[in-house]
């Protein structure tokens, strides 16, 4: 079975390790053999060069927990970390002082700059990084050209004006507090998806909309030129997890993101932000938490498969449990519309059917 997952950054590494966890516990049946291949199509609007170096926030906050070396608690970066090499880089006045480099993430930043300067795409210097560990899925940025995500607010020092900042400035720096004018995607004009990214959307059994932040992460996916018509074009079935329980943002400050493009945060306008594949949007079907049940019935009338489940991932098992229902909802999709009575060919079909 072949699963491809839209990412960010936390949100979107815990629930692709909650599904690699599932699929792997699930057993490929004798007779069918193919295990689960999974696809991450991550983030790469909050890249940015920062003290001469790439770094891409969301491919790493995903490598590094599906490696196991993340830092669970912040949410970014690598455990056991320290800022030897940021202190000095603060010293120097050099950088954002605000925006801390850990001395192993530099390791990371340092050989993805020299990749990109060996002429590699990023796809590839992604490639080659995760290589280092077996993630068991195979992580491909949204696009290899670079689409960064701008700010454009009120400039907080003259009033009457606008300044347009780094993505990463207005989340960190300014913790999201400066309300948004518009979000720019710089370069998106340019842009191409990645390699391989539209033949993962194509070619998937399921798609799989993480909980990652519907405006700045999953949104900038989806305006890559090509990845919507993907997404509404194809055989796959499209399901997505709410990033919104009880009218609040799970974890990060999406409910600033989602008030500067006029959504209120909630589950079911999120939903009908993403639209219904059967009405030129891009979902099938949709999970809620049981805290919001009370919202299924508008979202499925928005011809929107609705599947209330708990969605906090608190841990591995959560995780895995959250991944289970998901394709557990694209399975029963599946089987509405096609009307299939075709016998599953494996245990992992059986859950699609
Ligand atoms: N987030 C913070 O709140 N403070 C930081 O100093 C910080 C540094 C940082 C360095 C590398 C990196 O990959 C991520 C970092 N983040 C930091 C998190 C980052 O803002 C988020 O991971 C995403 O960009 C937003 O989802």
Redesign the pocket.
């Known amino acids: 079975m072949r699963v491809t997952v839209l990412a960010?950054?936390?949100g979107g590494a815990r629930f692709l390790r909650g599904l690699r966890e599932h699929l792997q516990v699930s057993p490929p049946d004798a007779d069918v053999g193919a295990a689960a291949r999974i696809t991450a199509v991550v983030n790469t609007g909050?890249d940015m060069w920062l003290t001469g170096l790439r770094?891409?926030?969301?491919l790493?906050?995903v490598m590094y927990t599906l490696a196991g070396v993340n830092d669970e608690a912040?949410?970014?970066?690598r455990v056991g970390e320290s800022e030897r090499v940021s202190a000095e880089l603060a010293s120097y006045g050099v950088g954002w002082p605000?925006?801390?480099?850990?001395d192993l993430?530099l390791g990371t930043h340092i050989a993805r700059s020299h990749l990109l300067r060996e002429g590699l795409t990023l796809s590839e210097a992604t490639s080659r990084l995760a290589a280092r560990w077996d993630l068991g899925v195979e992580l491909l940025p949204m696009s290899d050209q670079s689409v960064e995500t701008h700010v454009v607010v009120d400039d907080p020092d003259t009033p009457g004006c606008q300044t347009t900042m780094h993505?990463?400035q207005w989340?960190?720096k300014h913790r999201a507090a400066l309300p948004v004018r518009e979000f720019v995607q710089e370069g998106l004009g340019a842009a191409v998806p990645a390699p391989g990214v539209l033949e993962a959307i194509a070619e998937a059994d399921v798609v799989l909309l993480a909980p990652s932040?519907p405006v700045?992460?999953i949104g900038m996916i989806i305006n890559v030129p090509g990845i919507r018509e993907a997404i509404r074009t194809t055989a796959a079935t499209v399901v997505g997890i709410s990033p919104i329980i009880s009218g609040a943002p799970v974890r990060?400050m999406a409910d600033a993101c989602l008030a500067a493009v006029g959504v209120a945060t909630r589950a079911d306008a999120v939903a009908a932000h993403y639209g219904s594949r059967l009405n030129g949007g891009i979902l099938d079907g949709w999970l809620i938490d049981e805290a919001d049940a009370g919202l299924a019935e508008s979202i499925e009338s928005a011809g929107i498969h609705t599947t209330v489940a708990p969605l906090w991932m608190r841990d591995a098992v959560t995780s895995a449990a959250l991944a289970a229902d998901a394709l557990g909802a694209a399975g029963r999709i599946r089987r509405r519309r096609s009307g299939s009575s075709l016998r599953p060919e494996s245990r992992q079909q059986a859950e699609l059917a």
């Open positions: 960010g950054g936390v909050d770094i891409c926030p969301d790493d906050s912040r949410g970014w970066g605000w925006f801390t480099l850990g993430d993505f990463e989340w960190v932040n700045v992460s990060g």
